[in-house]
């Protein structure tokens, strides 16, 4: 099964934007890439996901590599409120609807 | 539109007692999946139900645990004769439809803490 690799911390300035990484070189043709984020105490929130083409929404942006082996979640201005950890997550088509999370980045907001 | 609602918000139980966790998912949905996440550990995939259907538990412990999501009603987690390794944060999501690509809505999670 394809994996995800992340930075496990990454630290922010509120106001300025946030690129938060994510490598995936054994993805497959058709893995959606997705993205949760865990706020302290809560349960995960839908971020963004794709496949080929960069997606954008009312949370972020999501710009996906050419050859599709790594994944840039975009957060354009970061707040404190934005403070959480990251997963990105590939949905693999054996693994039918489940999420398999890895350990995410650690995303630090300063003030 | 209310989003995915558990109950109880936290739960405690003696070792040997039984835990239900319920689970409404959205409005017009049908999918519904539970996580489990223990203390200082990632969130792991436990089952996947449909209305009256378990479609994937491959993340069930073999012993104790067990799910339904009735045609009418909330889905329920039931966990039997519990310990204290059963502590831990269990999360509900669900889904309007069954593929890849689409997301899935967490409710805000049941802590169950075993004493």
């Known amino acids: 099964d394809a994996k995800t690799t992340q930075p496990n911390s990454m630290e922010s300035n509120e106001e300025e934007p946030v690129h938060l990484p994510c490598n995936h070189s054994?993805?497959?043709?058709?893995?959606?890439i997705h993205w949760y984020r865990q706020l302290p105490s809560q349960g995960p929130e839908y971020v963004i996901h794709g496949l080929t083409s960069n997606v954008n929404n009312r949370m972020a942006s999501l710009a996906i590599a050419e050859d599709r082996k790594s994944s840039t979640l975009i957060l354009h201005r970061a707040t404190l409120r934005d403070a959480a950890v990251y997963y990105c997550?590939?949905?693999?088509?054996?693994?039918?609807?489940?999420?398999?999370f890895g350990a995410g980045t650690i995303l630090r907001v300063k003030s | 539109n209310a989003g995915v609602m558990q109950n109880p918000r936290h739960l405690v139980r003696r070792r040997g007692q039984e835990a239900r966790l319920r689970c409404s998912p959205m409005k017009g949905h049908s999918h519904v999946y539970w996580y489990r996440q223990l203390p200082e550990e990632g969130l792991k995939f436990m089952v996947y139900?449909?209305?009256?259907?378990?479609?994937?538990e491959s993340g069930m412990p073999k012993e104790r645990f067990s799910a339904e999501f009735p045609k009418e009603g909330p889905s329920i987690l039931r966990i039997q004769q519990v310990v204290r390794g059963d502590s831990a944060a269990y999360f509900c999501?669900?889904?309007?439809?069954?593929?890849?690509?689409?997301?899935?809505?967490f409710g805000p999670g049941t802590r169950l803490t075993v004493t």
């Open positions: 997550i590939l949905s693999h088509r054996r693994g039918g609807n489940k999420l398999v």
């Open positions: 139900l449909q209305k009256e259907n378990i479609i994937d």
């Open positions: 054994t993805i497959s043709g058709t893995d959606y």
């Open positions: 999501a669900s889904s309007p439809i069954s593929r890849r690509g689409y997301e899935q809505y």
